[in-house]
């Protein structure tokens, strides 16, 4: 685990190997978990979404903002060949975040029920307290993940990850079956699956802690270039000036997304719309367990560059290399257009199709939300890539303020649209779309403005989206001829079979069309795997 250490580049691909595995991972959890006890109305699915929303507020004003500014403090160490202050750093991170966290949990369990009565929903509280400890949990695993994030070995990260997803679905699907099986009330069976989430971190945090001991076993050749090391309480102040920025900023989404959960359910109770508290659970676990869950698929994979750009550029802007800093930023913003532009396409055309595919119940609406959180998708991951460049920067500040803004846009949004008749549940995705694509030109707007080194619009943006169009072209008529020729029902295996074969059109076309108008280079091609060999059949410099 000391020893392996790879560039942006694989340090990225790393991470979206890993985040590829534990979204397979989670779409066996959650698709058949939404078929189980999510369907025809049945509210267990929504109280486990609730409590899961809670646990992610307190796990961000936990531990978020630590592993990025760890591994940016670790990177600028590291390139300075400052050895001790590294171990320095890590101690008192550890000595600072993991008490943060046994805090968040007791909070977490002990105030289950005022949580759950704030979201007015009484039955969610069994499930917070099921899921309270995974924070404290959390907080030790993000120790060592700025660790060895900021020693650009993102090995540890990933596979602590694939260890969480498993730990998700061995335990938590395993018990919601159990659950059912016996006939147990809902509140029960929300709080039996998200116990899996529990499960899942702690053997995460076993791995981490004894990767690391094992470790310390091994001689490690480091490069110490200077015995300077600051005092613990200046480093514990840098610490802090770099991760409460970043968790607030983060905080303010994340506590957005908290208010959205009682917000969602106040709104969509009122007058105007008119549903019960069961029928308002039942719909917000539709948007969650349908539309939220394929909508964080591509944003997973950013969050895997931004993890791995983070500590690239900030080692870039140590060691004065202001050349190596405009090309990471290139490609990670490269990198982004060419994966969340198509998926953006995709869910616009092919929401409601792909839903089929997978579930029986609530596709109609599931796909609806879907589709408009489609316009969400590039706008989330770019507000994912600048923050992490801002942060990379010194101006973990920035994204606070952009951030705050988001919210507030969302909340208005939200209150606004959620109790109108003509859009309902529909008001969530379309305030989420406004809400990122404020934060994410205002964060293009504070990196132009430091750096002066945006890169061209051509290869970022230009040539991606052009291809995206061409595929979305392709899909539409593919789709809508095969459905016409085979006379295809919706749900039907018809149905499934035209939705197969426009998915398969779109990947064809668009790695096509990226080829024909010279949208891909070298460096991306060599996250895919022999992609040294792939590059060179394909001619890239």
Known sequence: MQRKKQSFIE????????????????????????????????????????????????????????????????????????EREVRRIVKVAAGVFVPIGAVGSAALYFGAGAFAAWIKNPDAALAVKAIAPSVLMVAVLSVFRGYYQGRSNMVPTALS????????????????????GRGLDAPVVAALTVLGVTIGEIAAALYMVLGRVAARREAVTVRQLSDAVRPAGSLCKTLLSLSVPITISSAVMSVTDLIDVALISDRLQSPAIGMTAEQASATYGVYTGMAVNFFNLPQTLITAIAVSVLPAVAGAVAGQN??????????????????????????????????RLLYRSDTELGGTLMGILGLAV????????????????????????????????????????????????????????LCYAGIALLNLFQIGRLSRALPPLGKTLVRPLAATVGMSAATYICFTLLTRALDAAPGSAA???????????????????????????????????????????????
Do not use: W
Not at 66 to 75: C, D, E, R
Not at 167 to 176: E, F, I, Q
Not at 379 to 406: H, Y
Not at 530 to 537: C, L, N, P, T
């Open 11 to 82: 340090g990225a691909a790393v991470l979206v190997a890993a985040s590829l595995i534990v979204k397979v991972i989670g779409a066996v959890f959650q698709i058949p978990l939404k078929n189980l006890i999510g369907s025809h109305g049945y509210p267990a699915f929504g109280l486990f979404s609730m409590a899961y929303r809670i646990y992610t507020a307190m796990l961000v004003v936990s531990t978020v903002g630590l592993p990025a500014a760890l591994s940016k403090m670790i990177a600028e160490a590291t390139a300075m060949g400052r």
């Open 161 to 180: 990850q694939v260890i969480e997803a498993m730990g998700k679905l061995c335990v938590g699907l395993g018990l919601a079956y159990y659950a059912m």
């Open 322 to 355: 202001f050349t190596k800093v405009s090309r990471l930023m290139g490609t990670a913003f490269r990198m982004t257009m060419l994966i969340t532009l198509p998926a953006g396409a995709g869910f616009l055309l092919l929401s409601k199709p792909i839903l």
């Open 378 to 433: 590039p706008m989330v991951a770019l507000v994912a890539i600048t923050n992490a460049i801002l942060q990379a920067l010194g101006r973990a500040d920035l994204p606070l303020f952009s951030m705050f803004l988001g919210a507030l846009v969302k909340l208005f949004a939200d209150y606004c649209l959620l109790a109108n008749p003509r859009f309902g549940i529909k008001g969530a995705p379309m305030s989420t779309a």
């Open 495 to 541: 149905d499934k079979l035209a939705t197969l074969a426009a998915i398969l059109t779109a990947v064809v076309v668009y790695a096509v069309l990226l080829l024909a108008l010279r949208a891909v280079e070298r460096e991306d091609v060599l996250l895919l795997p022999k992609g040294e060999k792939i590059a060179d059949v394909l001619h890239l410099k």
